[in-house]
């Protein structure tokens, strides 16, 4: 009977061996990323934001609904990862073989008297060293004031800026699980406010 059992006991403890050794190989690989996110995601929430870990639809989830100027540059039905959200800014990480973008999206402030801004619609791309304007009706926007073009030149990471109506949205180069997202995220939102601080007030009505 002895000899029956011990084949048994033999085969178990190897079991349990290689059942380790893929544990550290792989499971606490995963586990610690893992942790890694769920500890990024706590610090979000600790700043009072509201945070998602997957989105299935970015356009509606960054502007509020599915409706989108002709230039929009995302994809319909692009999804995403991370979304990070409060008050007028939304944000959310699209993931690519080309690279990951991390999506920003503010809706700028009404001003005293109760207004809202009108922007026309332009998306602006960065190629090569320069950006190239686009606009539906084939003109530079007179928005594009010295003051706007000198705060979007000087954005290195900005891979493409969209205006359309109360809404500047960014796309910024990024890496998804990146340990510096929070700080990234808030220089982001930091430049996106700047260009729209330097808007002429006319866009205002």
Do not use: C
Request: no cysteine.
């Amino acid at each position: 009977m002895g000899s029956y059992v011990m084949p048994g006991i033999t085969v178990l403890f190897f079991a349990l061996i290689l059942g380790g050794i893929g544990y550290v190989l792989f499971g606490s690989r995963h586990q610690g990323a893992w942790d890694d996110e769920a500890k990024v995601s706590a610090k979000m929430k600790q700043r009072g934001w509201k945070v998602k870990p997957k989105i299935d639809e970015v356009t509606s989830y960054l502007l509020g609904s599915d409706t989108s100027g002709e230039m929009w540059p995302v994809p319909a039905g692009e999804t995403g990862v991370q979304g990070v959200g409060k008050d007028s800014w939304r944000a959310v990480t699209v993931q690519r073989a080309s690279g990951d973008v991390l999506i920003v999206s503010i809706a700028l402030a009404q001003r005293s008297d109760g207004s809202i801004a009108h922007v026309p619609e332009a998306l602006v791309q960065h190629q090569d060293e320069n950006f190239d304007v686009r606009t539906v009706i084939g003109t530079t926007p007179q928005y594009f004031t010295p003051e706007v073009r000198a705060t979007i030149t000087s954005w290195s990471e900005l891979e493409f800026l969209y205006f359309y109506g109360e809404h500047l949205t960014a796309g910024v180069s990024t890496e998804h699980g990146r340990s510096d997202i929070i700080e990234y995220l808030e220089q982001t939102l930091e430049r996106l406010r700047s260009v729209g601080r330097v808007l002429p007030s006319q866009l205002w009505s």
